[in-house]
């Protein structure tokens, strides 16, 4: 039945169709259906509080682009769900609750017995934790819960870390306090992040569930050597990062999408000072732009760079600090990136890097 979905979707199509099965598979079923926001960290340990509550509940892993996909998503609303966390309700049938803090949420009409959400509320499974829809939780769910407030904000003191670990044992805590007891508590973080980050399919996902439903933090053990590789790929990252050329106000990349890191060059080009970091990934359908301001400028650079307006005149919007788009190619894209950094004075560069 998700046929069209996948017909025109070949990016990541692998995924889907395991995705797709999976819900046909349940769809019909007795078990309760929940739906969580798919492939990120907030939805994953919502799903592993629900997993741990009612253990005989079906997790479905949704994201924006199943979500938003008009074939697919006039099935998915016509699901009887029971719960909805961190995702907007999309749900024609009655839940019997619904949890979100996405501000894009605000206006939409809510079909559910009980509604926590709260714009300011940092993360879904935090706001899942506070309502008191599922009964109260151990507290290995707990901590876990309040460690989505970081990861879901990006509200990280430190960078995303480059050690690898042989056991979850080799993770140093030593009751620090204040800074330093802070930056110890990200290690943690981070590779809750980190496991959630280096999932690719379907499997590992509800493997997760599982995991940190049974042993909280400790159960991220099992996937240990799945982070270790990724870290080894953010080393490779942080190199290129160091090789390009930052003279320019705004810094390009471009490159095949999921071939690198993107997300920590983004972060060392901002740590070393880029104004503005464009990453342009090129995908089969086109390219996905990702924008983003450096949060250390001043109020007069701030207002001038309002990368919404540029992503705007590229089929994108989002905020003035961080912005998304899409366009046919790299180079239609570039033209527009150069045209409005004229405009505001700023200078460009770009690298290609595959
Ligand atoms: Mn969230």
Known sequence: MFKDFLNDNSFHKEYYIDLCNYIEKHVDGDRPLYAVHGLCTDGGVAGAMIHHQIPEAIIIPLDYKILNHPAASDILSDIKWEGIVDLKPFNKHRLKFWVDHHLSAVNLKVNAERIRFDINGDS?????????????????????????????????????????????????????????GRKQLEQRIWLLDDAWGSVTTLKEQLQLYQLLAKNGFIGLDKVLSRVNRMRDERKEAVKIAD????????????????????????????????????????????????????????????????????????????????????????????????AWSNKIGLSVNHTELN
């Open 124 to 180: 879904g499974s935090y706001q899942l934790y506070l309502s008191d829809f599922i009964n109260e939780l151990p507290q290995h769910l707990i901590e876990l819960a309040v460690m989505t407030r970081t990861t879901d904000t990006a509200g990280y003191i430190t960078e995303p870390p480059l050690d690898t670990y042989k056991s979850i044992s080799d993770i140093k805590i030593d009751q620090s306090t204040g800074i330093e």
């Open 243 to 338: 090789n390009i050329d930052i003279s320019k106000d705004i810094i390009c990349f471009s490159y095949k999408a999921d071939t690198i890191d993107n997300f920590t060059i983004t972060r060392r080009l901002q740590t070393r000072g880029v104004k503005v970091v464009v990453s342009l990934a090129r995908v089969p359908d086109g390219v996905k732009i990702s924008l983003r301001r450096n949060r250390n400028l001043d109020e007069n650079m701030n207002s001038k760079i309002q990368l919404n307006e540029l992503a705007a005149k590229m089929n994108g919007g989002g905020h003035a600090g961080a912005s998304g788009a899409k366009m046919p190619d790299v180079t239609t894209a570039l033209r527009e990136i150069y």
